[in-house]
């Protein structure tokens, strides 16, 4: 079974098309004059997106710190934050001077994400 008639691309020339009329090249050649156009989506890749910054603040009474309540309310507040796509950064505790922690009633933690 032969080809169906019509414009083939030149295998020696991408640019130019041969005209096949179903047994044979006719000896006819189409130049393509101007390339196709790409899409403006596949001209570029996008510009890298900016780091969004988000925070929030959790107060941790001393006397339950570790208990497993406490562990369940910042379980909570991760999983609020990361539900909207956010990824935590950075845990900083806002009472310490110098990285040492305090003794104190209560630790408040700074907690940043990003996206």
């Known amino acids: 079974m032969s080809a169906q008639p019509g414009w083939y ?4 020339d991408p640019s130019a098309e ?3 009329d179903g047994s044979a090249y006719t ?3 189409a130049v393509n004059a101007a390339p ?3 899409s403006p989506a596949m001209a570029a890749p996008p510009p890298p997106r900016q ?3 988000g925070s929030t603040t959790v107060a941790i009474p001393m006397k339950v710190f570790g ?3 406490v562990v369940n309310d910042l379980d909570a507040v991760l999983n609020r934050w990361a539900s909207q796509g956010w990824t935590l950064d950075k845990v900083v505790d806002l009472q310490s001077k110098d990285g040492a922690m305090q003794v104190r009633d209560r630790v408040t933690l700074l907690l940043v994400f990003w996206r």
Do not use: I, N
């Not at 691309?9 to 020696?12: A, L, Q, V």
């Open 27 to 29: 000896g006819k050649r």
């Open 36 to 38: 196709k156009p790409v």
């Open 67 to 69: 208990h497993s309540a």
């Open 51 to 53: 780091k969004q910054y």
């Open 18 to 20: 041969l005209y096949w």
């Open 9 to 12: 691309r030149d295998p020696s």
